[in-house]
């Protein structure tokens, strides 16, 4: 199973995506993409990286039947991909431990990372440690704060964590110093990005990895029901869950819905930006941002630190434009909501992230055809949330 189906040459899908770096970076990309393109058709990296998923990781992962929540929903058949699942609690996993053991083959044994809910810093730490390489992962202040027992994960896995104080101390940030770092050290420092975001190749290398997700859920869903699902649900910040369960069905007559975070409202604070921003470029690609009228970039915000980013995947720029992929929101209200609803329903704690979706779905449920079958990205396990849940439960507790 050769892994490479390309966007353009220069790395565009459509109008967006390409390579906006300095010019020391330049190079090294070049090398990332010939050292990505012959691993993707190389049948014994495939079967190093699909045979650490199943033993370490614990692909595949169910896909699990919700029927109370689907019945919530307006009575249809709800399927959870659970990607909770998997060893560090995340569908990032999937994509550190490729990008890991592409780094290993290129001879590069320093590896950074940016992380912004901690997911992705726990993956890549955890896959350093498994491999014997240096890990330092950048980190916003307000990230620390929020995401604390990650944070501290990374640190008990060997892992440098730099609190980022500069911006607004999120991901953004975190990963404004990350670049900085790469192209200071280059030459023997692999660059571990957590979303289809960032220069070409990424945006393709870690849609690639993540399609893991998708292929599974469709060989999954076919074995349960015997037919394709009606609609495919996942939220985005980057984008990265969403597009690896999207990819595998681009070509089927599926309805594919993102769902960005809404924050406190459209007309307020948010990082929604499908939905809202404007095209520009960001983190060394041209999608869509949330910017001003001066073209600077607007800070974002989510009571989901993953999803509080102000950029999105130039893919699902390209999807949303050709009218492939739709893109809907939900606010921190509706997540925390559909966090509770979906917990209590079927004894599942979501991530925050992955309560955005289920936040969408359950508003959206009454209008669907009926009996329509629903495969929804369970992104990662709530945990990590608990002090914000836990502020949530307080509050709504009578005095």
């Not at 012959?38 to 650490?52: C, G, I, K, N, S």
């Not at 044994?109 to 992962?137: D, M, N």
């Not at 980190?139 to 104080?165: I, K, S």
């Not at 509706?334 to 704690?349: F, Q, T």
């Amino acid at each position: 199973m050769a892994l490479v189906t390309p966007p353009d040459s220069r790395g565009y899908f459509g109008a967006f995506g390409g390579r906006f770096v300095p010019e020391t970076l330049m190079a090294p990309l070049g090398e990332l993409e010939a050292a990505y393109t012959a691993a993707a058709a190389d049948p014994a990296f495939l079967e190093e990286w699909e045979t650490v998923l199943h033993d370490y990781a614990g692909r595949p992962t169910p896909l699990t039947e919700a029927p109370r929540f689907g019945a919530a929903c307006g009575g249809h058949r709800v399927f959870l991909k659970r990607e909770d699942l998997l060893h560090t609690g995340a569908h990032k996993i999937n994509n550190v431990l490729g990008q890991v053991l592409l780094a290993r083959r290129m001879g590069k044994r320093r590896i950074i990372a940016e992380t912004g809910a901690g997911q992705h810093g726990v993956a890549t730490a955890t896959a350093c440690a498994r491999y014997g390489l240096e890990c330092v992962v950048y980190m916003g202040e307000e990230d620390v704060r929020r995401q604390e027992l990650n944070y501290f994960r990374m640190r008990l896995l060997g892992a440098t964590v730099v609190p980022v104080a500069s911006g607004t101390r999120t991901l953004k940030d975190a990963t404004n110093e990350a670049i900085r770092d790469w192209v200071a050290h280059v030459e023997d420092t692999f660059y571990v990005i957590g979303s289809v975001v960032g220069p070409h190749p990424y945006p393709r290398m870690v849609r690639d990895f993540q399609s893991i997700l998708g292929r599974e859920a469709r060989d999954q869903i076919l074995a349960a029901t015997g037919a394709l699902p009606d609609l495919l649900i996942a939220c985005v910040g980057g984008g990265s869950n969403a597009m690896g369960l999207f990819y595998p069905f681009l070509a089927d007559p599926v309805r594919l819905v993102g769902v960005e975070a809404a924050g406190e409202g459209l007309s307020g604070l948010h990082a929604a930006s499908l939905t809202a921003g404007r095209p520009g470029v960001l983190h060394g690609a041209f999608s869509m941002l949330l910017q001003n009228e001066d073209g600077q970039v607007q800070p974002a915000h989510s009571i989901s630190a993953g999803l509080d980013y102000p950029g999105v995947g130039p893919e699902h720029a390209y999807l949303q434009t050709c009218g492939r992929a739709e893109y809907v929101v939900a606010t921190d209200a509706e997540a925390l909501e559909g966090c509770r609803e979906i917990s209590r329903l079927e004894g599942i704690l979501p991530a925050l992230e992955t309560a955005h979706a289920v936040a969408a779905l359950r508003r959206m449920g009454p209008d669907l055809e009926p009996e329509r079958t629903v495969i929804l990205c369970f992104s990662g396990r709530g945990d990590k949330d608990m002090p914000v849940l836990s502020r949530f439960l307080d509050a709504e507790a009578p005095s």
